[in-house]
């Protein structure tokens, strides 16, 4: 059956990888999905043609998160896309999973440039996409954060990303009290090493110790992580909320 028929929702930074695999997901549930992407507009024209081939909806929206004005610009074409298409604004479901990443240096090689991109994208961007959202998210809708199985471990080459995941995990708290009254429920989700398609996993000596991070001994792959998404965006997940939700293949049971 379709849990979502009816319902919209936006993802950030689906145009590949974990994005992706969920907006796919979230539309094989029956949801008008907005893709948004940053640069690669053919990869998230290409992720909407695959979702109406398989009888889905979805359209794509494009901006650079992390510059000034960005969030505004995004939410007015999102705005505009969803009254043509339903006639209204309503959104259901807000999933934020767009974020940069840090190169892996060594913690004392992060510039403040590096620094500064790094909260601007996966901290600031979030919190002010949730304050623009609270506008048109009806009661019961849904907030999803793809924070980071980092958080809850020391790895000191992430530092940064590990610390801007730390932010976006109290976003997810903090709002969770705050929309509770609205039945809005706040999760975050916490990946661990994933196989997004990107060339740094498809070299056997960054693959080959990544995959032994999990207790089943194998990278994750982007739907393993969508599967948690969808169910979070669900009604069957109505009374779960302010979680953080390992979906990392046990990668923390050593
Ligand atoms: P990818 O690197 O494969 O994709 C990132 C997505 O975010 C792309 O769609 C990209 O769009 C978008 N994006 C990045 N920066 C910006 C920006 N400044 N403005 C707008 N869009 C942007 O991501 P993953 O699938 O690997 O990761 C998804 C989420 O999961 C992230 O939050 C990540 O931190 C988290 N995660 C991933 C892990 C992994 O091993 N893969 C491990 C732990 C957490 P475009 O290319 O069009 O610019």
Redesign the pocket.
């Known amino acids: 059956p379709s849990t979502l028929n009816g319902k919209t929702a936006l993802v950030?930074?689906?145009?590949?990888?974990?994005?992706?695999?969920t907006a796919l997901g979230l539309a094989r549930e029956g949801a008008l999905v907005a893709l948004?992407?940053?640069?690669?507009?053919h990869?998230?024209q290409e992720t909407v043609g695959l979702i109406e081939k398989d009888g889905g909806q979805a359209f794509a929206v494009?901006?650079?998160?992390?510059?000034p004005g960005?969030v505004d610009q995004l939410f007015d074409q999102l705005k505009a896309e969803l009254r043509e298409r339903t006639g209204e604004t309503a959104l259901d479901i807000l999933v934020?999973?767009?974020?940069?990443?840090t190169p892996g240096d060594a913690p004392g090689e992060v510039s403040a440039e590096q620094f500064d991109?790094i909260f601007?994208?996966?901290a600031k961007?979030p919190f002010l996409l949730v304050q623009r959202a609270l506008g048109l998210i009806p009661n019961g809708g849904r907030i999803v954060n793809?924070?980071?199985?980092?958080t809850p471990m020391a790895m000191p080459p992430q530092v940064v990303?590990a610390m801007s995941?730390g932010a976006l995990d109290q976003l997810t708290l903090h709002f969770a009290r705050h929309l509770a009254s609205r039945w809005i429920t706040v999760n975050s989700v916490?990946?661990?090493?994933?196989?997004?398609?990107?060339a740094a996993?498809q070299v056997p000596e960054v693959r080959g110790p990544?995959s032994q991070l999990s207790a089943f001994k194998r990278?994750?792959k982007?739907e393993d992580?969508a599967e948690v998404v969808v169910f979070l965006a669900s009604d069957r997940a109505r009374w779960i909320t302010g979680a953080s939700l390992d979906a990392?293949g046990g990668s923390r049971l050593g």
């Not at 948004?36 to 507009?41: C, I, K, L, V």
């Not at 934020?96 to 990443?101: G, K, R, S, V």
């Not at 793809?146 to 980092?150: D, N, R």
């Open positions: 950030t930074g689906s145009s590949r990888g974990i994005g992706r695999a948004h992407y940053g640069r690669d507009r990869a998230a494009g901006v650079e998160l992390g510059t960005a934020n999973n767009a974020a940069a990443t991109k601007a994208v996966n961007a793809i924070s980071s199985a980092v990303q995941k916490l990946p661990g090493a994933t196989d997004n398609g990107g996993f990544m990278l994750g982007p992580v990392a």
